[in-house]
């Protein structure tokens, strides 16, 4: 790090952010300006999956309001992420002109800050991105730790899988308990008590473990409430990881249609649906074998269900997913334990008073930004993709730009 800072400062000496941010604008004032009148398209095609893909995986039951909702709800994000991008491109001149000279973490790290902070979200996007920018400044972190044991933590899906199953039965634990209302991949059944006068219709099921009344939680037969909740999360798998690639590829769509084809045929790999159907499948499954071995439903039966379905995570052994289970765990712990212990001390409740969210919001944007151009090889696709949108490409340039001065610098001393 400190090396890294110091050639910056060597090679950035008597620069001026015009020679680093924007060189193609004369001013910073028409830097400004252009970044006002440029940039809106960026977030707008950022933010076409949250349009999309919540109405796809609804599948029906659509309503005026409800589209309504969705179109204002993706117009809010997007134009507040608009202005977050043009006030940090515009903050790189401001602290500038406020150091005198170019500074290693105010030209991307602060900007991305303060932007944010001067930028107020409502609370779903708010929620949104800054548990997006969070898991993905954790994701940087444990790629970056020297120390030993999360070293062996990265480098093992072994371990990964069973952290993963640890936190996967303590989130389904708390949801199944009904203090937390959050979201999560899946969304347990309460347990009810067996209708003794109801018959089971399950087939498959049915055979392995016949009774004459139904011992599960579910509405559906075993077969259809397993079959379904399988068929529903492949799509969404496949929906989810279809549109990534439509987005990220789709300039091609009209410069050349077959190669947009064959990069979206590599690029679709199955993997996210394959985790995700084997991740409710188990569950499932699992949990309707335990209830009619037992002739009963029981919340040890989801808690057990909850951590054999986490070893899907094999399936799909991404920082991504990990980080989202190791936030919810921490975020669904902390609100779970405010509804469930009595007589907590003062200070904890004015903890509880404490904007994490938008703090954590600042920090992560602040990071992710800073990382994207010191450490680019640490940095998750989404956060390049989500900047260089939002930015037309202007902070790719300027990492690009200040490689090269790196690389001239470098050169000249060899």
């Not at 989801?302 to 765990?329: E, M």
């Not at 509880?352 to 920090?363: A, D, F, N, S, W």
């Amino acid at each position: 790090m400190s090396e890294l800072s110091k050639c910056f400062y060597e090679v950035t000496a008597g620069k001026t952010c015009r020679d680093l941010c924007h060189p193609e604008y004369a001013t910073c004032w028409i830097s400004f300006f252009e970044s006002a009148r440029r940039l809106l398209p960026g977030s707008f095609k950022l933010y076409i999956t949250y349009l999309l893909v919540p109405p796809l995986l609804k599948g029906g039951g659509y309503t005026w309001k409800y589209w309504q909702e969705q179109i204002a709800s993706y117009v809010g994000v997007s134009f507040k992420t608009y202005l977050i991008a043009v006030i940090g491109l515009t903050f790189q001149c401001v602290f500038y002109k406020m150091f005198g000279k170019l500074n290693y973490y105010w030209v991307m790290g602060f900007p991305g800050f303060f932007s944010t902070a001067l930028t107020k979200l409502s609370s779903v996007h708010l929620r949104l991105q800054g548990i997006t920018y969070f898991n993905m400044m954790s994701e940087v972190m444990l790629k970056k730790s020297q120390i030993g044991l999360v070293k062996v933590l990265r480098e093992s899906k072994l371990c990964g899988t069973l952290l993963f199953m640890l936190f996967n039965t303590w989130i389904m634990e708390i949801l199944q308990q009904g203090t937390v209302n959050q979201f999560w991949v899946l969304n347990p059944v309460k347990v009810r008590q067996p209708d003794r006068n109801s018959i089971d219709d399950s087939r498959v099921l049915g055979t392995l473990y016949p009774s004459g009344y139904k011992a599960c939680s579910h509405d559906k037969s075993c077969d259809s409430y397993i079959a379904h909740g399988v068929l529903k999360y492949s799509a969404a798998g496949f929906i989810i990881e279809v549109a990534g690639v439509v987005i990220t590829k789709f300039p091609q769509l009209y410069k050349d249609p077959s190669k947009f084809l064959t990069g979206l045929r590599k690029a679709v790999t199955l993997k996210l649906m394959l985790g995700l159907a084997a991740y409710n499948g188990i569950y499932r499954l699992v949990r309707c074998l335990l209830c009619r071995h037992y002739g009963m439903d029981h919340p040890m039966h989801n808690r057990i269900a909850s951590f054999l379905c986490g070893a899907s995570y094999l399936l799909y052994p991404t920082y991504q997913v990990f980080t989202l289970a190791f936030t919810k765990f921490i975020e669904m712990s902390w609100e779970h334990l405010f509804k469930t212990v009595d007589n907590l001390p003062e200070w904890a409740w004015k903890l509880k008073r404490i904007p994490y969210l938008r703090i954590v919001h600042m920090i992560a944007v602040g990071y992710m930004y800073h990382t994207l151009v010191f450490h680019s090889h640490l940095s998750p696709p989404f956060n390049s993709k989500a900047i260089n949108y939002c930015s037309d490409n202007r902070v790719e340039r300027l990492k690009r730009r200040l490689v090269g001065w790196m690389l001239d610098h470098e050169w000249s001393k060899a």
